[in-house]
C-alpha cells in the first residue's frame, strides 16, 4: 500500500548505466521502468528527474566556459528522460518529457499545468534539462521541481542503501542514519545534496528519502514506506 500519492523520484545518470559509469544498462532501467509500471496501476502519481553524470559532467571540464559546460549537462539528462520515457513505454505506460526549454518535437515545455494534466492521466512525468539556466545542479532542480509540482516527497535512489557518517565504501564502519534533518545533511557536510537543494528543501518543507536502487523493488519498498533507507526530515 502506497504510503504517498505523488512522488518525485531522481536517479543518477550513472545508476542507469548498470555500474559501468557510461552509457545504458538495458536491464538495469526495465527494473527501474517496471517498478515504476507497479506504481502507476497503484494510483501514484510519478515524476522523473534524471542526472546526466553518465555522459557528462560539465564541472569536470577544466577547458570550457562553465555555461556551455552546463548546456551540454542538460542535454545529458534530455538524453537520459527521452531513453527511460521509451523504457516505461515498453511496459504499457503512457509518459511525457518536459523541458524548461524548446527541443524540437523531442519534448514539451514545462508548467505546472502541463504536469497536472498528465499526472490525472495516469501518465509519467520526465522533468529534463534541469532548471534551463547554468550552475544550478539537477539535485536543485530536482528540489526545484518537487516544490512546483506539490509532491509529497523526493525519492532520491542512489548507489548507496542511505546516508552514512562516512564514505561506507571506504570505511567499513561508517554507520547509517535512519532518519535527520536537512540542517544536519548541511551542517555536517553528509554531501547528499548540494547546498541550493537543501536550502530549497528547507524552506519549503520538501522532506526526501535517500535509498539503495540496487536493492530488489528497492522504489516499490519505499514508496510503501518498507525501505531500510533515511529519511530527511525538513
Request: net charge negative; glycine share 10%; charged share 20%.
Amino acid at each position: 500500500m502506497a504510503v504517498y500519492k505523488r512522488v518525485l523520484l531522481k536517479l543518477s545518470g550513472e545508476a542507469l548505466s548498470g555500474g559501468t559509469g557510461s552509457g545504458f544498462d538495458e536491464s538495469t532501467c526495465m527494473m527501474v521502468a517496471n517498478q515504476i509500471k507497479k506504481l502507476v496501476e497503484d494510483g501514484v502519481e510519478v515524476a522523473v528527474v534524471i542526472g546526466g553524470g553518465n555522459f557528462w559532467r560539465g564541472r569536470s571540464s577544466e577547458n570550457m566556459d562553465r555555461t556551455k559546460a552546463d548546456q551540454i549537462g542538460m542535454l545529458a539528462t534530455v538524453m537520459n528522460c527521452i531513453y527511460m520515457s521509451e523504457m516505461c513505454r515498453a511496459t504499457g505506460i503512457m509518459t511525457a518529457v518536459l523541458t524548461p526549454f524548446e527541443c524540437g518535437s523531442f519534448t514539451k515545455l514545462f508548467s505546472k499545468d502541463r504536469v497536472n494534466k498528465y499526472l490525472g492521466k495516469n501518465m509519467v512525468v520526465f522533468l529534463a534539462g534541469g532548471t534551463g539556466h547554468p550552475y544550478f545542479s539537477t539535485d536543485t532542480a530536482t528540489a526545484l521541481r518537487a516544490i512546483e509540482i506539490e509532491a509529497d516527497i523526493i525519492l532520491a535512489a542512489k548507489a548507496v542503501d542511505g546516508v552514512y557518517d562516512d564514505d561506507p565504501n571506504t570505511n567499513p564502519n561508517a554507520k547509517r542514519y535512519d532518519t535527520l534533518s536537512m540542517t544536519d545533511v548541511v551542517d555536517k557536510k553528509l554531501g547528499v545534496v548540494d547546498l541550493a537543494a537543501a536550502v530549497l528543501c528547507m524552506e519549503n518543507s520538501m522532506p526526501m528519502y535517500v535509498f539503495g536502487l540496487n536493492e530488489e523493488n528497492s522504489i516499490l519498498k519505499t514508496v510503501a514506506g518498507e525501505s531500510t533507507g533515511t529519511m530527511i526530515t525538513v
